[in-house]
């Protein structure tokens, strides 16, 4: 009985002290209804760590995150199948006119080069991956590695990932045909953490001890690198709504403005944008 | 057919919605199949898949299906006979029924949980012991192969049940033991369903999208041994999906739907006309 009075007590002065507060998720007392969100799988971790302190906040509202990569994104937005639809590229003309998209950036990321960690490899130039994905470098011994046929692997079209990595670091160069595809971050990160030759590129938010990000073109790909502008090959996330966003949706993307938001954006990896940007 | 007026009315209706949502989605499918073809035929009908450079090839993609789903069905079918007959008196009994359960699990799997488990434990497998990526033609052969195995095998299973049932006592009578009468004379009456479910294995092995999206490695080229990657016409579908809406590259997309349709449908009608060949024989 006591334990009970006392959590009770715990729980009110809790509330009371969120309340004194005024925590950016306040303002989504009493809402209901649900938001759906998907696209570009680098928002995921952001998207997904909202969501669930959104909902655990108030039961009331549902929020669904789900991948499927930009082009699924814009996709599903413009046809009205999600609330938000996110993109790891800014949206093309047609896209915005066909649709009447609204876009919010709220975060940087980087795109890495990435090996498996066994590989002895700690620096790459532009030209060495120019040249690995367009088939002219086959084996690790030629840039320097360990001999062996080099794995590659990429992402599939309309991949936001992709397109960045294409127009920046390998600068519309070439793709070989015998390029391995896989359809998101995860699967990437799971294809190279497994195989000793495999080369492949995330967004750096997903790098951790399973794969390696060796240096491109003498700079460390980290989100620092990617702020100040040392890095080139950067995008920015976005979140898009069909037309102005309103209610539920609305507050969901003030909220990842928010300074609660950017913490978010912050631990997931990302470099987090202002509004407005 | 024959009591027409004493089918329920929402059996009627059911079958008839049925059949006409399916009817539907085959005349849209064909449709789209055929503007795509129109608008860009020669384009499709090339080796090269690169958007960005007009290039829309969409041939490694047909010879990697058809590589993929026969050579699966292949091996698929043949453990399949296998397996029938191992259950069915050339295996112990206790192995007999363990081996019948397993199958019947095998059934329940969902095929993530195959390309899933195979991520990590078949492909390192075949990358360091043989060599390449390890997403190869060989490892989603050897995946889809178990994964039609059990549709197969319950299929031919049920036939061999009831021959077997049919024919026991004369053929003990005659002398035969049950070996015997297995390979002398269930195996041979019950032809026509193991042709049968040949088909269903074809068909299963053709379109299925998760397991050669997950292991063969979808890169746009010709397989030419087990262990290069390839893209099957329904992983290229998946992966497109996710492209810009219209255009070629969406267009072919429908071509491909239209490809997989008529193989199975020529399929099905090959099997069938097999089947009553056999059936007039027999």
Redesign the interface.
Known sequence: MKKIIVSMALTIMLITASAGLAAPIDAFKGQKGTLDISGGTAHIPVMKEAAKRIMSFNPDIRITVAG?????GV?QVGEGLVTIGNTGRAL?KE?ISKYGLVSFAFAIDGVAVVVNPANRINALTSQQVIDIYAGKIKDWKEVGGESG?I?V?GR????GTREVF?EKAIK?GE?A???????SNGAMK??VA??K??IGYVGIGYIDKSIKAPTFDGTVPSQENAANGKYKVTRNLYMNTKGQPEGLTKLFIDYIFSPEGVEITKDSGYIPLPAGK | MKDNKNTPIWLKASAAYVSSLMSALFIFIALCAVDGLMKSGPSLFCS?????RGNFGIL?MIWASGLLSLSSLITGWTFSVGCCCFIHGFGPRWAARFLANILRIMTAVPTVVYGFAS??LL??LI?NGL?????SWLTASIVLSLLIMPTMVLSMDSAFKTIEAQTSITSAALGFTREQNIAMVVLPASKQWIWSSALLGFGRAAGDTLIP?MLA?????YANTPLD?M?TLTAHI????????GGT?YLSLFVAGGILLFVSISANILFRLMRKKIWMQG
Do not use: H
């Not at chain 1, 599939?156 to 991949?159: R, V």
């Not at chain 2, 060599?131 to 997403?135: H, I, L, N, V, Y």
């Open positions: 499927g990569g930009s082009g699924v996709k093309k896209e046929t794995n692997f599939e079209d309309g991949s294409t519309k793709l045909p015998s390029v391995n595809v896989v359809s799971t294809a497994q195989d030759r495999a | 090269v898949w690169d958007p960005e490694p991520v990590f492909v390192p990358r060599g390449g990526s390890g997403f999206t490695g979808n890169a746009v080229q990657a893209r998946g992966l497109v999906l996710s492209s810009d809406v590259a």
